[in-house]
């Protein structure tokens, strides 16, 4: 089946230790996005990628980082995790339709972060 | 500016019982799309439905059902016979193509449904 897979699922980090986030997807879709989700909060999002183009949100903390190497793959960085950091992470993807505007996104499971 | 609103922090029904969630959003644009995702207790965010703004038809899926008003800029949702397994959170949300493509979430309203 076609989806969206983060690895990994928990991750418990130590303050200021960097830390990476992993996100495939077997969709083949061109958007991918990266949200946080504290607790009993909405998903905020981070950034996201249109192919290769990256496009951050203004109030996105230079902490947090993002690569993604090809279609499959995109990693959250971030540098050095304080405990406000401590969330639900979310990978999405969403297909740029041919009319110019994407379509509905897609989430993965989350990788909930501790940071001790 | 964008803004989705939902008023209804926490309802709590016995199975069985019908539930609606209320969903009211604000755009200034006439070309727009709603959404409604569930969150269950794992975390992942699973899909339920995508609305466009020019198509006000109603829509019903099992025992879901959602009632799209542009009158009174409401997208809400119904769950018919509730069940346990339809306890989450349960976000709608908004979003403007050809503008930032963005999702613009509520604050969420979670359903807890009691044997």
């Known amino acids: 089946d076609a989806m969206v897979i983060q690895n990994p699922r928990y991750q418990v980090t130590q303050f200021g230790k960097p830390v990476t986030l992993s996100c495939s997807q077997t969709?083949?879709?061109?958007?991918m996005y990266w949200y946080q989700q504290k607790s009993s909060q909405a998903p905020k999002l981070l950034f996201h990628?249109?192919?290769?183009?990256?496009?951050n949100e203004a109030d996105t903390p230079d902490n947090f980082q993002s690569r993604r190497p090809n279609t499959s793959f995109c990693f959250l960085d971030i540098r050095s995790p304080g405990l406000g950091d401590a969330a639900m992470y979310l990978c999405?993807?969403?297909?740029?339709?041919?009319?110019?505007?994407?379509?509905?996104?897609?989430f993965g499971p989350g990788t909930r972060l501790t940071v001790l | 500016a964008q803004k989705v609103t939902q008023a209804q922090t926490e309802i709590s029904v016995v199975e069985k019982e019908d539930v609606t969630l209320d969903c009211v959003y604000e755009?200034?644009?006439?070309?727009?799309?709603l959404f409604w995702y569930k969150q269950p207790p794992s975390g992942e965010l699973v899909f339920l439905i995508r609305?466009?703004?020019?198509?006000?038809q109603n829509e019903i899926s099992g025992r879901y059902s959602w009632n799209f008003q542009k009158s009174t800029s409401s997208f809400n949702f119904t769950i018919t016979a509730s069940q346990v397994v339809d306890s989450a959170v349960y976000f709608c949300?908004?979003?403007?193509?050809?503008?930032?493509?963005?999702?613009?979430f509520g604050t969420g309203t979670r359903l807890q449904v009691f044997p």
């Open positions: 999405a993807t969403s297909k740029l339709s041919g009319e110019g505007y994407t379509d509905t996104q897609y």
């Open positions: 755009t200034r644009d006439t070309t727009y799309y």
């Open positions: 990628y249109y192919d290769k183009d990256f496009n």
């Open positions: 949300a908004l979003s403007e193509p050809y503008n930032t493509d963005k999702l613009i």
């Open positions: 609305r466009n703004s020019f198509d006000e």
């Open positions: 969709l083949n879709h061109n958007v």
